[in-house]
RNA sequence: GGAGAGAUGCCAGAGUGGUUGAAUGGGACGGUCUCGAAAACCGUUGUACGGGCAACUGUACCGAGGGUUCGAAUCCCUCUCUCUCCGCCA
């Protein structure tokens, strides 16, 4: 969440930010009002703070009239020491409320766009950030979508996943099954080469560690839930991965951090049928390999540019033709300051598919987890966040499929052969 | 799942109602000594939220949340987690 700091001292920023987020003048008001509501906190915490110095001092005497035996005047005090308890509970509970207040507003309101971000409202207002200047493929006349493709070489079976679990439940077999397990190996080797330790994390969490990254309360509707025992199945690694650091201090010789991780993940898409739904195109159970990064404010924006850097050299590996979005204000998510998106060419559906999300959150999730470093001169500082699919499988195997179609199979990329010990699909030779 | 034990500062570990934000030891940092280092000795070593230009100062925090009390790390309740034993089990 937003420091509070932030909305006083730079208010101008935090207008200009929320607006380019579409927000109304009235839902503007909430700056002023948390401004507000935190002025009645420190004055209830000042007042509150007054009494329960009147009361220790007041305990100590007692305390001191018991020992010396003077039990008579100790209890003539203990009388007066009710009427500051009684007015300090009223305070206690008015201090509460006011808190309570001030969070449910805070929640409310997003990160604030960096200033680079492009203007607008939808993701036609996306800017291109980076586009595709080769030649996108052309395919054989009789190309199909992946998700023939995949029926015609037996490399995923839609119906059995439906059978099993339900609809947007993909289930890979032989040679599309090698495929998966070959892409996430090369990701994370290609992190691990670039600096990044490599994690398996729980892919369930709590309810804390949901909200720490911002997945609760905004996104509540995304995740599964499983209500026995109060637990999320995580939408990203983002999630669990991040929260390693929950209310960490670290020193500042220790950033940057580097992670990664694969893990599933699982999205409901609640309300996303119909369109942009066939094959893999949207499914509930995907696998992703995520990088994360703890980094010092002052750098946080070269690091996401590395990171950017990184996912290009993925799917520059991978011969895929891809661009590159810098998303703009309306279509950014909630608790991001800067996203790019990465969006692969899908050749025979013709459409352009996002496989990667690289973000800097700056201190949005650190100040909701707590995590902080000392600078050099002693001063707390809240670490800035980081994060990119370094890259979500499911597309990226979409693409694969349809854009290396031949009349003969599938081709797969060089990078990928000594991971999968075969390249061709279709065709054995 | 059943029975028992426990949860204290960076770590180890005291503390069972009244200068306990917390003994002691270790670690880390600073200093003295030394050509340098080790050893020894001295000192420092929390976070959050307030007030103050500042020195400083108030409040809260000993797993979490409630309660008892004039006063709680210390007593009571609930929850979470850890350990030991039993059961089950990849």
């Given at each position: 969440m937003l420091e509070i700091q932030i909305l006083r001292d730079q208010k101008a920023r935090a207008v200009a930010g929320l607006k380019k987020r579409g927000f109304s003048e009235e839902r503007l008001l909430a700056i002023d009002q948390i401004v507000s509501l935190d002025d009645q906190r420190k004055d209830l915490q000042t007042q509150l703070d007054v009494l329960l110095n009147e009361r220790n001092t007041l305990s100590e005497e007692i305390g001191n009239l018991f020992k010396s035996g003077k039990a008579q005047e100790a209890n003539q005090l203990k009388v007066k020491v009710q009427a500051t308890k009684d007015a300090a509970e009223a305070l206690e509970s008015k201090l509460q409320e006011t808190k309570a207040a001030l969070d449910a507003l805070l929640v409310t309101l997003p990160n604030i766009p960096h200033t680079t971000v492009p203007e607008g409202?939808?993701?036609?207002?996306?800017?291109?950030?980076?586009?595709?200047?080769g030649a996108l493929p052309t395919l054989p006349a009789n190309a199909i979508p992946h998700w023939e493709l995949a029926e015609k070489y037996n490399l995923i079976d839609f119906k059995l996943g439906t059978f099993l679990t339900?609809?947007?439940?993909p289930l890979y077999r032989g040679k599309g099954a090698r495929l998966q397990r070959a892409l996430i190996s090369y990701f994370l080797d290609q992190a691990r080469r670039a600096g990044f330790e490599e994690i398996q994390p729980p892919l369930m969490v709590n309810a804390e560690s949901a909200y720490a990254t911002g997945q609760l309360p905004d996104k509540e509707a995304q995740m599964y839930y499983v209500e026995k025992d109060d637990l999320y199945l995580i939408p990203t690694a983002e999630v669990p991965v991040t929260n390693m650091y929950r209310g960490q201090i670290v020193a500042e010789?220790?950033?940057?951090i580097k992670l990664t991780a694969y893990t599933p993940c699982f999205r409901r898409e609640a309300g996303s049928y119909g369109s942009d739904v066939k094959g893999l195109n949207r499914v509930h159970q995907f696998d992703k390999v995520e990088i994360v990064q703890f980094e010092h404010p002052s750098r946080s924006y070269d690091t996401l540019m590395e990171m950017v850097s990184h996912v290009s050299h993925l799917m520059d590996s991978l011969e895929l033709p891809y661009r590159i979005l810098h998303l703009c204000g309306g279509d950014?998510?909630?608790?991001?300051a800067t996203t790019y998106d990465f969006e692969v060419w899908s050749a025979a559906q013709q459409k352009w598919l996002e496989v990667s999300s690289v973000s800097n959150f700056e201190s949005f999730q650190a100040n909701r987890m707590k995590m902080r470093f000392r600078d050099d001169k002693g001063k707390m500082q809240l670490v800035h966040t980081l994060n990119g699919s370094a890259l979500a499988l499911a597309r990226i195997v979409a693409a694969l499929l349809e854009n290396n179609q031949t009349e003969k199979g599938i081709r797969l990329p060089q990078v990928l052969v000594p991971y999968t010990g075969f390249e061709w699909i279709g065709e054995e030779s």
């Open positions: 409202k939808t993701p036609e207002d996306n800017k291109v950030h980076k586009a595709w200047e339900g609809s947007g439940f010789s220790d950033l940057p950014m998510g909630f608790t991001s």
